[in-house]
């Protein structure tokens, strides 16, 4: 039995990075390869390996990707992809050393370390929401990144490489610009607060997903002035259409619907993510979908839907703020909170301190209010003297003695 000799590809890892350098989703990528998307995601994800004629075409393909510039965009994109793996990645705003465990090098090699490029970036003919996902890749020998990369140039990696796609997915979300690029840069200060955290995290992009997601679903935001009344909508009649059906479902169901059809989630991926069951997760997703079908039939096709939440996404044109202006905001508001918990933490030593020294050193009852005794005649003033009252004073006068014989007592 003749055995097919395996055909030479990069490491998964790689593969994946090469696709989204040359800003290519993966149906488009399955398309030019005569393959299915899933099938694409395995190779990409390193779960199955490709071999015959479709093998070789991938290949072919890849080999393609990887000359002239794309080349350089697959090198940028490879390290950003690693930005977390470095083995010096330290503290937050302070600058602290991390925490103990396995340095980032080891505990995150072969993870995928962002999965939002794709939202918003246009290719020719299709735009995608989010086509990268967060399997785990079975890598070897795969690049770490820059060995010299510090906490700041780690985090302003990870800032360029999801900020952009973030901010675009958050709108979708929430429907307005402000709350969108408010809840991305507040979940990057989180992240740049907690960073030993984040740099030891397998997935750091989903994690600051995550908390931008919270922050911008927060029902907080709606008693906010500037929050109560709509922003104008988005000048194409499709992406408004679409927007103002996804404001209608509720923010479970459009976070489930977003994840899974936009950014490209599985099941599982998604329940973890919006913290519920799975069987929860399918129904709420379900139920998205039904009501998206309702108003735009042309969308019950989930690949439809996939492709039109990219192209609502890539319409507008938000902007992130810089990743030097985020770690000084995060830096500024840590400082603010410290010094609010000293003053508020002085100002209780001082009214502790005030209350011992004037506070009385025993217990004084208090004095109860006086009450009125039945059958006991109330007091009255003194008036004349009755005349028996008067000769009993008289006797008693004359009968005044001093002296020792007043103790003697008088027969009479």
């Known amino acids: 039995m003749t055995q097919t000799p395996a055909i030479p590809l990069p490491p998964p890892g790689a593969r994946r990075r090469l696709r989204e350098a040359a800003s290519m989703t993966q149906a488009q990528l399955a398309a030019r390869v005569g393959v299915s998307r899933e099938t694409v995601r395995a190779w990409e994800t390193g779960r199955t390996t490709p071999r015959g004629r479709k093998g070789e075409a991938y290949a072919r393909l890849l080999d393609a990707l990887a000359g002239g510039e794309g080349d350089v965009t697959a090198r940028q994109a490879a390290e950003a992809g690693s930005l977390v793996r470095s083995t010096e990645a330290g ?8 925490q103990d465990g396995p340095p980032v090098a080891e505990k995150a090699a072969g993870k995928k ?9 246009t290719a020719v003919g299709e735009t995608a929401v989010g ?18 990369l510090t906490p700041a140039q780690a985090f302003d990696a990870l800032y360029a490489f999801c900020a952009p796609a973030l901010v675009r997915q958050t709108y979708l979300l929430t429907g307005r610009r402000d709350l969108a690029r408010e809840s991305v840069e507040r979940a990057f200060q989180r992240a740049w607060e907690h960073w030993p955290e984040v740099a030891r995290d397998p997935d750091p992009a989903g994690w600051v997903r995550a908390a931008a997601y919270e922050y911008a679903l927060s029902p907080w935001q709606r008693f906010r002035l500037r929050h109560r009344h709509p922003e104008p909508p988005p000048a194409d009649p499709s992406a408004r259409v679409l927007l103002s059906v996804l404001r209608r479902l509720p923010p479970p169901h459009r976070r489930t619907l977003l994840l899974y059809d936009g950014v490209g989630l599985n099941l599982p991926e998604t329940a973890a993510e919006t913290e519920a069951t799975t069987p929860a997760t ?3 997703l379900l139920r998205a979908r039904e ?10 096709d989930p690949g439809e839907l996939h492709r039109k939440l990219g192209e609502a996404a890539s319409a507008e044109q938000l902007r992130a703020a810089g990743a030097p202006a985020v770690r000084t905001g995060s830096e500024r508001r840590a400082r603010f909170w410290t010094r609010a918990a000293i003053a508020f933490t002085v100002a209780l030593i001082g009214t502790t301190a005030l209350t011992l020294r004037t506070a009385p050193t025993r217990y004084e009852p208090p004095v109860p209010a006086g009450e009125t005794v039945r059958g006991v005649p109330p007091r009255v003033a003194p008036g004349a003297l009755s005349d028996e009252e008067l000769r009993l004073r008289a006797a008693l006068r004359e009968e005044w003695r001093s002296g020792p014989d007043r103790l003697v007592p008088l027969a009479r």
């Open 91 to 98: 503290g937050g705003p302070s600058g602290a050393a991390q």
């Open 113 to 121: 370390a962002a999965d939002e490029t794709a939202v918003g970036e």
């Open 131 to 148: 086509e990268t996902a967060v399997e785990e890749e079975a890598v070897t020998g795969e690049a770490t990144g820059p060995a010299g």
């Open 282 to 284: 399918a129904n709420r």
């Open 291 to 300: 009501a998206v079908a309702a108003r735009l039939p042309e969308l019950a």
